[in-house]
């Protein structure tokens, strides 16, 4: 299994330019979500998907926005890139099941600047 | 709602010394808590979680937490560091819901000394 999987592995954009960052398990998750970090400031919530079909706004939602295309596969975009979303994002995906301790599982991370 | 505050943003020891990386939680109903390690431009992995039972929780490389209710506490050691401990932890807890979300204390970076 390589569990959680995250393209492109860095990206450089310059304001104003879109992007998409994919994410993908294989460990039939039912919850997935994307997380930011930033020096001092531990990783926040960005989106996250409890289950196929639904998706919510974490911590810091505002110039995002995902899609969970299927069970596997969870993507996020960056409609209009600022240098404020200059950090470095994580994909984490868990069970998501009623009784289950909520471990998350992550991906190794897509470093963006935006220049 | 949960919140996690670890004590310290850094943390030195020497080789072979005493870790103690300390993580205060929030939570409105009995928690999940967790220690995930950082190792240089990685993801993150988990050490360690207590859910329920026993409250002394042990987990990879040698690291141990205990759960303190009274205190809302859950502190992570290791008794003797090793260079290759040199990262950086996060505390986070969950409220164990299905597809619950994990609130995330902001990172203790851990230098181990020769």
């Known amino acids: 299994n390589a569990g959680v999987t995250q393209t492109p592995k860095f990206q450089v954009l310059k304001t104003g330019q879109s992007m998409t960052l994919q994410c993908a398990q294989d460990?039939?998750?039912?919850?997935m979500y994307w997380y930011r970090q930033d020096p001092g400031m531990g990783l926040r919530l960005i989106y996250y998907?409890?289950?196929?079909?639904?998706?919510d706004k974490g911590e810091v939602p505002n110039g995002y926005n995902v899609s969970r295309l299927n069970k596997r596969e969870f993507s996020l975009r960056l409609e209009s890139a600022a240098p404020s979303q200059t950090s470095v994002y994580f994909c984490?995906?868990?069970?998501?099941?009623?009784?289950?301790?909520?471990?998350?599982?992550f991906g190794p991370g897509t470093r963006l600047t935006v220049l | 709602a949960q919140s996690v505050t670890q004590l310290g943003s850094h943390v030195s020891v020497s080789e072979g010394a005493l870790v103690l990386l300390r993580c205060n939680y929030s939570?409105?109903?009995?928690?999940?808590l967790f220690w995930y390690v950082q190792y240089p431009n990685q993801g993150l992995q988990l050490l360690l979680k207590?859910?329920?039972?026993?409250?002394l929780v042990k987990g990879i490389n040698g690291f141990e937490a205990e759960f303190k209710k009274s205190e809302t506490s859950f502190h992570l050691t290791k008794p003797s560091a090793h260079m290759s401990d040199a990262a950086e932890y996060f505390c986070?807890?969950?409220?164990?819901?299905?597809?619950?979300?994990?609130?995330f204390g902001e990172g203790t970076q851990l230098t181990v000394n020769p």
């Open positions: 984490a995906s868990t069970p998501g099941l009623a009784g289950s301790y909520n471990e998350q599982f």
């Open positions: 460990m039939n998750h039912n919850s």
């Open positions: 998907s409890a289950s196929e079909g639904t998706t």
């Open positions: 939570s409105s109903v009995p928690p999940y």
């Open positions: 207590y859910t329920t039972g026993a409250t």
């Open positions: 986070a807890v969950s409220d164990g819901t299905s597809g619950s979300r994990l609130t």
